[in-house]
């Protein structure tokens, strides 16, 4: 026997908090409970690398809903409360402080976690992950006094905190395993301006590189590369990607792979619980194809799609997945896809201009575009995306043509 009950349980952080708006604004007599295990109020975490992490920006300025926005609005906040059970047959879920919920309807927005390294000297003091507030603050306090500092890993994550640093003083060098900064999700052709940009500003880029060690007296002083390449440091920032956090909904039965398994809606293998962000890994109708995207817009999207599938309309989810990431003030990045793969890149405008749009191409037609100082072009790449029509000679050419209106094509 439960506790109480409660129409609509959220477990989460930001796409919970999103789905919460999203539910009051259709809803307002239905009781919602939002357990979110850190101890903040639920917040956006792209400004941990970058404005947040260099002292620019208050915790409260990355906030999804202002703290009293919860009461207001009649949404009952657990902050640094963890769900420990979900009862999916039942409709119960217990917390951690073993008070034991009932629900209605329940979206599962656990969000991933980071991947630690598992190499000698990972337990060295000075070696920092990036996830959470706590991180970014530790992170600028240990490097406060500072010289050099090493990032592992030339992904979003990598380049952005060696931006962030380099703005800061630091003399920062990129450890990783790609030839090519950013070039995992890229490509090496695009990959290649960052990366040159990167080094263009004072960062050093050891691409190519397997870390093997970590070495220190207590504290971090080197790190060792698999080819013997030593590069001396006092401290380290570790991008070594994150991994979808499913154990809630594994130990509840709910079908995981590479995620919480959803269908196009966003609704998991039991009828009436969703999950979104992060974690949720759906049926894309827009990419014939299972995907799970990790970036701020998606878990913005596919909350607050969640909540109208809790309240009945159980429309698939079918908006073309879109990501940004910013280079300190060096550049701003836009990116919509993800391609699974692409035959070439159509490039629009100038590289050397500093604005530009690379068309990711696969059998004629448009698998992704991203875009530097041109956001325009990514809403027509976005549209081709979502329509799945071919370029067709004509398109391609009025793609390879600055001046060309990119309306008329498909």
Same mark, same amino acid.
């Given at each position: 026997m439960s506790d109480r009950r409660v129409d609509h349980l959220l477990i989460g952080g930001f796409a919970a908090a999103r789905c919460a708006a999203e539910l009051r604004k259709h809803d307002s007599g239905a009781s919602v409970l939002l357990v979110a295990? *850190?101890?903040?109020?639920?917040? *956006?975490?792209?400004?941990?690398?970058?404005?947040?992490?260099?002292?620019?920006?208050?915790?409260?300025?990355?906030?999804?809903n202002d703290p009293g926005w919860y009461e207001d609005n009649d949404v009952e906040l657990l902050t640094g409360t963890s769900a420990v059970a979900l009862d999916a047959g039942a409709r119960t879920v217990k917390l951690q402080s073993g008070e034991e919920v009932g629900f209605g309807k329940a979206l599962l927005a656990t969000g991933a976690m980071v991947n630690i390294l598992r190499v000698d000297g990972a337990q060295l003091e000075g070696i920092h992950y990036l996830r959470a507030f706590g991180n970014a603050d530790s992170i600028r306090h240990d490097v406060a006094d500072a010289e050099r500092v090493v990032?592992?890993?030339?992904?979003?994550?990598?380049?952005?905190?060696?931006?962030?640093?380099?703005?800061?003083?630091?003399?920062?060098?990129?450890?990783?395993?790609?030839?090519?900064?950013?070039?995992?999700?890229? /490509?090496?052709?695009?990959?290649?301006?960052?990366?040159?940009?990167?080094?263009?500003?004072?960062?050093?880029?050891?691409? /190519?590189?397997?870390?093997?060690?970590?070495?220190?007296?207590?504290?971090?002083?080197?790190?060792?590369?698999?080819?013997?390449? *030593?590069?001396?440091?006092?401290?380290?920032?570790?991008?070594?990607?994150?991994?979808?956090?499913?154990?809630?909904?594994?130990?509840?039965?709910l079908e995981v792979d590479d995620g919480i398994v959803c269908d196009a809606a966003l609704e998991t293998s039991v009828e009436g619980i969703f999950a979104a962000g992060d974690c949720c890994n759906y049926e894309s109708r827009v990419h014939g194809r299972r995907i799970?995207?990790?970036?701020?817009?998606?878990?913005?999207?596919? /909350?607050?799609?969640?909540?109208?599938?809790?309240?009945?309309?159980?429309?698939?989810?079918?908006?073309?997945?879109?990501?940004?990431?910013?280079?300190?003030?060096?550049?701003?990045?836009?990116?919509?896809?993800?391609?699974?793969?692409?035959?070439?890149?159509?490039?629009?405008?100038?590289?050397?201009?500093?604005?530009?749009?690379?068309?990711?191409?696969?059998?004629?037609?448009?698998?992704?575009?991203?875009?530097?100082?041109?956001?325009?072009?990514?809403?027509?790449?976005?549209?081709?995306?979502?329509?799945?029509?071919?370029?067709?000679?004509?398109?391609?050419?009025?793609?390879?043509?600055?001046d060309a209106d990119l309306d008329p094509i498909a």
């Open positions: 295990r *850190e101890s903040e109020p639920p917040y *956006e975490r792209p400004p941990l690398s970058k404005e947040y992490l260099r002292g620019e920006a208050e915790r409260s300025d990355a906030y999804v990032i592992v890993g030339g992904s979003y994550i990598g380049a952005e905190v060696a931006a962030s640093l380099t703005e800061m003083g630091k003399e920062c060098t990129i450890l990783t395993m790609e030839e090519v900064a950013l070039s995992g999700g890229f /490509g090496e052709e695009v990959g290649r301006h960052f990366h040159e940009l990167l080094e263009s500003k004072g960062v050093t880029i050891r691409g /190519g590189e397997t870390l093997a060690a970590f070495e220190g007296d207590e504290r971090v002083e080197r790190v060792l590369a698999e080819s013997g390449l *030593e590069i001396e440091c006092e401290a380290v920032v570790v991008g070594a990607g994150v991994r979808p956090d499913t154990m809630l909904a594994g130990r509840a039965g799970r995207v990790e970036h701020w817009d998606v878990a913005f999207n596919q /909350g607050a799609h969640a909540a109208r599938g809790m309240l009945g309309d159980k429309q698939p989810y079918e908006v073309v997945p879109y990501f940004f990431s910013d280079l300190s003030d060096w550049a701003s990045l836009e990116y919509v896809g993800p391609a699974e793969r692409w035959d070439e890149v159509l490039w629009r405008g100038g590289r050397e201009s500093g604005e530009f749009s690379a068309w990711y191409v696969a059998d004629d037609r448009v698998a992704a575009a991203l875009s530097v100082g041109r956001s325009d072009d990514l809403q027509h790449a976005r549209r081709l995306i979502a329509s799945g029509a071919a370029l067709g000679a004509e398109g391609r050419a009025a793609v390879a043509d600055l």
